[in-house]
C-alpha cells in the first residue's frame, strides 16, 4: 500500500483576470481538483485546502507532501486545464519512496513550475 499523499491547494490564488466578486482562480483549482480526484477512486491523494502558500506572485499554487518525502511546491498552475496534470505528477509522486520523481518523467507544467523543493521532516523518537 502507497503511503498518502497530500496536495495542499492555495485557495486564495488570483488570478489578473479574476473579477473582484466571484472565486478565485485558487478555489477553482480547488475545485477542479476534488472533481478530477473523484473520478480516480482509490487513488492515494487527500486534498487540503489553505489560505495562502505565498507564492502570489506565480499562481496558481499547490504543494506536494507525504511523511519521509521531499515536498514540492509548484506554481503558475492553470485552473481551467491543469487537475489531471497535477494528479497525474502526484500520482507519480506517490509512486516513490523518497517522492523524488526523476526529472524527465515530471509533468511539464511540475517541470517549468517548480517553487520549492524542501527536504523530509527528520524522524524524532
Keep these: 500500500?502507497?503511503?498518502?499523499?497530500?496536495?495542499?491547494?492555495?485557495?486564495?490564488?488570483?488570478?489578473?483576470a479574476d473579477p473582484a466578486e466571484g472565486p478565485r482562480?485558487?478555489?477553482?483549482?480547488?475545485?477542479a481538483l476534488a472533481q478530477a480526484l473523484a473520478a480516480r477512486p482509490?487513488?492515494?491523494?487527500?486534498?487540503?485546502?489553505?489560505?495562502?502558500?505565498?507564492?502570489c506572485k506565480r499562481p496558481c499554487t499547490v504543494a506536494v507532501a507525504s511523511p519521509g518525502r521531499w515536498?514540492?511546491?509548484?506554481?503558475?498552475?492553470?485552473?481551467?486545464?491543469?487537475a489531471d496534470i497535477i494528479l497525474d505528477g502526484v500520482g507519480l509522486y506517490a509512486?516513490?519512496?523518497?517522492?523524488?520523481?526523476?526529472w524527465r518523467e515530471?509533468?511539464?507544467?511540475?517541470?517549468?513550475?517548480v517553487v520549492a523543493r524542501?527536504?523530509?521532516a527528520p524522524v524524532t523518537a
Excluded: N, W
Excluded at 25 to 31: I, T
Excluded at 106 to 113: L, V
Design 25 to 31: 482562480a485558487g478555489a477553482r483549482l480547488h475545485d
Design 106 to 113: 515530471r509533468p511539464q507544467e511540475f517541470r517549468k513550475g
Design 1 to 16: 500500500m502507497t503511503d498518502p499523499v497530500t496536495l495542499y491547494v492555495c485557495t486564495t490564488c488570483r488570478d489578473a
Design 118 to 120: 524542501i527536504p523530509p
Design 42 to 55: 482509490g487513488a492515494p491523494i487527500r486534498i487540503e485546502p489553505v489560505e495562502c502558500l505565498s507564492v
Design 71 to 82: 515536498t514540492y511546491v509548484y506554481g503558475d498552475l492553470d485552473p481551467a486545464i491543469s
Design 95 to 102: 509512486g516513490t519512496p523518497d517522492g523524488i520523481v526523476p
